[in-house]
């Protein structure tokens, strides 16, 4: 929460044209192959949309705010499959 207040602050203060929210998950899932990966992608989507709903709580008009869920892809860590990495499990903002 106070990360994500920092951001929305900080667009107020630098010339921000747009606000990228990526969301991404470890590679470990409930449900092994293209299910799971399908499932983290959903996940990656909902973690990065809760993030722009904070946003929006405080004070980013929502059309400057772009979501993207990457799923699996682009770990922060690398791992072996199936396997549970908190750090991957992120948000990322970008401020353009």
Do not use: C, F, W
């Not at 990526?22 to 990656?44: C, F, I, Q, V, W």
Request: cysteine-free; hydrophobic content about 30%; overall charge negative.
């Amino acid at each position: 929460r106070e990360i994500v207040a920092e951001a929305a602050q900080a667009s107020t203060h630098v010339q921000t044209t747009r606000i990228e929210v990526n969301g991404y998950t470890d590679n470990s899932a409930a449900h092994p192959g293209p299910r799971g990966e399908k499932y983290n992608m959903g996940l990656s989507m909902r973690r990065a949309d809760s993030v722009k709903a904070e946003l929006i709580r405080d004070g980013v008009p929502a059309n400057a705010i772009d979501i993207h869920g990457y799923g699996e892809a682009h770990p922060l860590v690398p791992t072996g499959p199936d396997t549970r990495e908190p750090q991957n499990r992120r948000v990322e903002i970008i401020l353009h």
